[in-house]
Nanobody, 114 residues
Framework: QVQLVESGGGLVQAGGSLRLSCAAS????????MGWYRQAPGKQRELVAT???????NYADSVKGRFTISRDNPKYTVYLQMNSLKPEDSALYYC????????WGQGTQVTVSS
């Protein structure tokens, strides 16, 4: 079982920045993928970015060049640096962990005002 604890959401003006963090604990395989998904009201949950334990990243087209995902393997923590935020980035952001099983965090709210 894996527990995910997220932090770093909040309210920011358009053009601003936020940094999300997600720490994993429990029992899991060392080969894994961590990432972030988001869900806005009335919309489906969508991928934002993922990073494997070897450092391979994947981004949604809508965030490329603005968001950066990174991880600290010894701390089992993943980060999402979000720059040049837009109102359409407003959503509940979920941390995701996959090692053959899939785990989700409780979500952290990001609100970008225009």
């Amino acid at each position: 079982q894996v527990q995910l604890v997220e932090s770093g959401g909040g309210l920011v003006q358009a053009g601003g920045s936020l940094r999300l963090s997600c720490a994993a604990s429990g029992h899991f395989f060392s080969s894994n993928t961590m990432g972030w998904y988001r869900q806005a009201p009335g919309k489906q949950r969508e991928l934002v970015a993922t990073i494997t334990s070897s450092g391979t990243t994947n981004y949604a087209d809508s965030v490329k060049g603005r968001f950066t995902i990174s991880r600290d393997n010894p701390k089992y923590t993943v980060y999402l640096q979000m720059n040049s935020l837009k109102p359409e980035d407003s959503a509940l952001y979920y941390c995701n962990f996959q090692d053959g099983s899939v785990y989700w965090g409780q979500g952290t709210q990001v609100t970008v005002s225009s």
